[in-house]
């Protein structure tokens, strides 16, 4: 698909390795992130992946107010979007959260609010261009809310109900939307933790999401193994589930 591919969250390791991999035809790509003077190494991955034309726009994911501004300077300078990475995030302290209202609600503003306000303005953007794919993480946190990680994961289920709808209103438009759901990924935002079964790496989890992009699909999980697990997973009682760690 012709245009630019615009990655919202330029540091994502997920976000950066789609990008790579989308990028090995050349093409225009955008990296979008706070402080996006710094992104000289994700710009080099880039370039060398392939990518012809990499460009950068400061993005502040929590400054919703400047959402359609951003989308708006990226398509006058860069041309129509043909395909849109949403990868920002934050992980947060469970424990601090559980304290800290401000703490839990950034959270959810990051991780919930902010995708709800960005996938509406892209939603309506790409309607009037009449194409382009989305690409929106998910997470099988929000599957099924542990209580490990309810914070976290109350945002991701919020995130894939909101997106899933949101993939249905866009039937028929021209536009898709690819929702992932990946498992455990070992990467920046896990350094520390030990590793949950079938965890993934970003380059898995890049590889998976490309694969479904070409083959038009709606939804992929991450390991494919998930799927069948959590729809066992749903069935647990409730005194089993709040004991399951991470």
């Known amino acids: 698909m012709s245009g630019t591919v615009l990655v919202l969250g330029g540091r994502s390791e997920i976000g950066l390795a789609v990008a ?3 990028a090995g035809g050349g093409g225009k790509f955008v990296l979008a992130a706070r402080r996006c003077g710094d992104l000289d190494d994700e710009e080099a991955s880039l370039r060398r992946a392939g990518a012809s034309d990499v460009a950068r726009v400061e993005f502040d994911a929590d400054d919703v107010a400047r959402h359609r501004a951003v989308l708006d300077r990226v398509v006058a300078e860069h041309g129509p979007l043909a395909t849109v990475v949403v990868a920002f995030g934050v992980l947060g302290d469970q424990e601090r959260a559980e304290r800290d209202a401000a703490h839990a609600m950034a ?9 709800v306000s960005i996938l509406t303005e892209l939603a309506n953007l790409l309607r009037a261009q009449g194409h382009g794919r989305l ?3 998910s997470s099988v946190a929000g599957v099924r809310v542990r209580r490990a990680n309810y914070v976290y994961g109350s945002a991701k289920a919020g995130l894939d109900g909101f997106a899933s709808g949101l993939a249905d209103a866009l039937h028929g438009s021209g536009v ?3 929702l992932v759901r990946p498992g455990f990924v070992i990467g ?5 933790m030990s590793a949950a079964p079938f965890a993934s790496t970003p380059e898995q989890v890049a590889a998976a999401t490309v694969r479904a992009l070409h083959r038009g699909r709606g939804e992929v999980w991450v390991p494919p193994v998930l799927r069948p697990v959590f729809f066992l997973m749903r069935l647990l009682p409730r005194a089993v589930w709040r004991r399951l760690p991470r």
């Open 176 to 178: 898709r939307l690819l």
């Open 107 to 115: 959270v959810i503003h990051t991780d919930y609010v902010a995708h």
């Open 188 to 192: 920046r935002m896990t350094e520390g």
């Open 135 to 137: 690409v929106v993480f």
């Open 20 to 22: 790579r991999k989308l």
